[in-house]
């Protein structure tokens, strides 16, 4: 009997307790994890990627062809406008320089021959048996006046064929190739003894090296057409350069491609189609830090300011609940759910924070509908 007694009170003791604590836990509030409306800047910005690059460069390429006989500069030197940078060396086909030493001989004897018929009529002449403006004698003289420019430019022609120089009156006709700007030599694309392909081929000509003003520095990328739709010239940007990622470059946009590039193109085999297209944009006015050294080719990422919103009301975006297209926040309260729904009003989003500009205070506490899983909003 007495350890029946014992069990008993045990159990009653037990689910005394048990309820007592219930009633005690019911009848406080649920605790959830809040946030603080803070103040802050939101900033709406467009991404391109792409590279830096010089504003202005050139191609340095050949009139003539021929093999690369002298090189006078080396990559990364400072060259003046009018520096001699290539020396390009002839190498006329046999059949080039026959032709060229043929054509010559023949402009020769038509001059010969014309000067013996000028002379035959200039003897009439002196013996008064034809006066000087007889049309024949006239036209005489302009023939051979024609004659002697033609064996001078076939004379010429020859020399630029065999050697590369060649003088007309008093200027010089060289192979040398002189620097068509100030500047620095990006790369050398040739070797001595290499043959090149000119400017006057058919074929596309050899580039030989390539010069740049390091001094004036751009960026150039794409963005998508969804960001390129809301681009002007004038706005700011942000430059982070791969070689110096803790680094903010400013500058401002100052080109956006009227005509997309193709950034997706689809494979070969596919029918498929690009989903989409970039456009090309560039960025000058490049503010660069003293101790940061930009090279040709750094790649780079452009944050393209569209808008921006300072010292405004700011939430998370993982705060919001939506009921249906309706923003809402939810504000604890002491109620048996243990929060309320607030409508608010949202302006600009940067895809994490969100500008609030109607229905909650400064530093109010708003529960963090991120972590609400599974509870019921009311």
Avoid at 118 to 139: F, H
Avoid at 351 to 357: H, K, P, Q, R, S
Wanted: hydrophobic share 40%.
């Amino acid at each position: 009997m007495a350890k029946t007694w014992i069990v008993s009170a045990v159990c009653v003791a037990l689910l005394g307790g048990g309820a007592y604590f219930y009633l005690q836990s019911s009848d406080q509030p649920l605790a959830f994890p809040t946030l603080t409306v803070e103040t802050g800047t939101i900033e709406k910005q467009a991404v391109a990627v792409g590279n830096i690059v010089p504003a202005h460069s050139v191609s340095i390429k050949s009139q003539i062809d021929g093999i690369v006989g002298e090189i006078y500069v080396s990559v990364g030197e400072k060259v003046k406008q009018g520096q001699p940078l290539i020396k390009v060396r002839p190498n006329p086909t046999p059949q080039a320089l026959t032709d060229a030493s043929t054509d010559l001989m023949r402009s020769e004897a038509e001059l010969e021959s014309a000067k013996q018929k000028l002379a035959n009529l200039k003897s009439l002449v002196e013996q008064d048996i034809i006066p000087k403006n007889y049309d024949e004698y006239v036209s005489a003289r302009s023939t051979v006046k024609s004659a002697q420019a033609n064996v001078l430019q076939k004379r010429q022609n020859l020399e630029l064929i065999r050697s590369g120089e060649a003088s007309i009156g008093n200027a010089r006709l060289t192979s040398t190739i002189y620097a068509p700007i100030d500047g620095t030599v990006l790369n050398r694309k040739v070797e001595v003894g290499e043959p090149i392909i000119s400017t006057q081929s058919s074929q596309e000509a050899t580039a030989m090296m390539s010069l740049a003003d390091m001094k004036s520095l751009i960026f150039k990328g794409s963005v998508s057409e969804h960001d390129a739709a809301q681009l002007s010239a004038g706005m700011p940007v942000v430059l982070t350069v791969a070689p110096y990622p803790d680094v903010e470059i400013t500058g401002v946009l100052t080109k956006v491609a009227i005509q997309s590039e193709n950034l997706n193109s689809p494979a070969s085999n596919s029918s498929a189609k690009s989903f989409d297209n970039g456009f090309g944009v560039e960025v000058g006015e490049l503010s660069i830090p003293k101790e940061v050294v930009l090279r040709s080719g750094f790649s780079s990422t452009a944050k393209i300011t569209l808008k921006k919103s300072e010292n405004v009301l700011t939430l998370p975006e993982r705060a919001l609940q939506f009921n249906g297209e309706t923003p809402n926040v939810l504000i604890p309260d002491t109620s048996e759910q243990g929060f309320h729904t607030q409508p608010v009003k949202l302006g600009l989003s940067d895809g994490i924070n969100v500008e609030v500009l109607d229905g909650v205070e400064l530093n109010e506490e708003i529960i963090d509908n991120s972590m609400m899983a599974g509870v019921t909003h009311g």
